[in-house]
């Protein structure tokens, strides 16, 4: 399985609004970080439907390498 690239090794803190859905990227290499721009289309990596349940802040997992995927579970801080 390919590797993503590592965005940043810290989450991303987004303010997201119920009912709406947000596009995570996984391959690490959108300019819209976290989010996906369609930068993924050369790799094997699709991004990750993420539909807000509540109006809150998140985090967006920024390393790309979350169990948790599309949120961080911490791994950046093994990496």
Request: charged share 15%; glycine share 6%.
């Amino acid at each position: 399985m390919p590797t993503p690239n590592i965005a940043q090794k810290a989450p991303f803190a987004v303010d997201v609004e119920a009912g709406k859905s947000y596009w995570w990227c996984a391959c690490g290499l959108s300019a819209r970080q976290p989010f996906c721009d369609g930068s993924h289309k050369t790799t094997a990596f699709t991004p990750v439907e993420y539909a807000a349940s509540a109006t809150q802040t998140v985090y967006f997992c920024g390393c790309k390498h979350s169990a948790k995927k599309p949120l961080c579970d911490g791994t950046h801080k093994s990496l």
